[in-house]
């Protein structure tokens, strides 16, 4: 089975700090891996996916992230955060097998970022 | 194109109630799947649905059933409400199954089950 751990539950940042959530999978297996971030009072958006090929993925907003293969992660990170970055955000994974398409997500990172 | 659609926003049941929630998919994607969120919790998997069968089940008992309809949305029923079944479910929507898909998620019911 899969499981996913983020490490951080509550990160306090300063604006334009750097920032980096973990985020660390257990499966043996080929994955796909996902980030998304729900804002204040919204739904869930994606932020970013990898698939395969290039291990450092870029997303929107300036945020990107890094698969380590060995590492079993895929740390999210964002050079210098904006207040508007105040979200809770989502490591989430599926194994790449057929028949098995649901998302395993972990607890959340609720990212609070200080003016 | 249109995103994915919940409804109702909210719901209060009283235990031992019986709830019916509803997605509409987005535009063009055929597979629909229902997740729940408890409260500071990540959305747990409960089942998906392609092209009108069901595909895969999370660790839910058989009180949650689902179903999905030719135009490819799709309800969430449960019966007998608990207390624990207080949460924010969550409907996403992708296309296909068996390949590298995406899901895009609704903005959720929130139900209260007191």
């Known amino acids: 089975a899969q499981s996913v751990s983020q490490h951080n539950h509550h990160v306090i940042l300063s604006e334009a700090a750097s920032l980096e959530l973990g985020c660390n999978y257990s499966y043996g297996g080929t994955v796909n891996l996902f980030w998304y971030v729900q804002y204040p009072g919204q739904h869930l958006q994606l932020l970013l996916k990898y698939f395969s090929g290039d291990p450092l993925v870029k997303g929107i907003k300036g945020f990107e992230a890094e698969f380590i293969k060995s590492k079993f992660s895929f740390n999210l990170r964002k050079p210098s955060v904006q207040w508007s970055d105040t979200a809770e955000y989502f490591c989430?994974?599926?194994?790449?097998?057929?028949?098995?398409?649901?998302?395993?997500f972990g607890t959340g990172t609720r990212l609070t970022i200080i003016p | 194109e249109t995103g994915v659609t919940q409804s109702p926003t909210h719901l209060i049941k009283t235990r031992g109630q019986q709830v019916t929630l509803r997605c509409s998919s987005q535009?063009?994607?055929?597979?629909v799947s229902w997740y729940q969120q408890a409260l500071g919790q990540g959305p747990q998997f409960i089942f998906q649905?392609?092209?009108?069968?069901?595909?895969g089940r999370g660790n839910f008992p058989p009180r949650f059933s689902g179903l999905q309809f030719p135009n490819y949305s799709s309800e969430l029923n449960v019966n007998a409400l608990e207390l624990d079944d207080s949460a924010l479910y969550l409907c996403?929507?992708?296309?296909?199954?068996?390949?590298?898909?995406?899901?895009?998620f609704g903005p959720g019911t929130r139900l209260t089950v007191t």
């Open positions: 535009s063009g994607h055929n597979t």
């Open positions: 996403a929507s992708s296309l296909g199954v068996g390949g590298p898909n995406e899901q895009y």
């Open positions: 989430a994974v599926n194994a790449r097998i057929f028949g098995n398409e649901k998302l395993t």
């Open positions: 649905y392609y092209r009108e069968e069901e595909n």
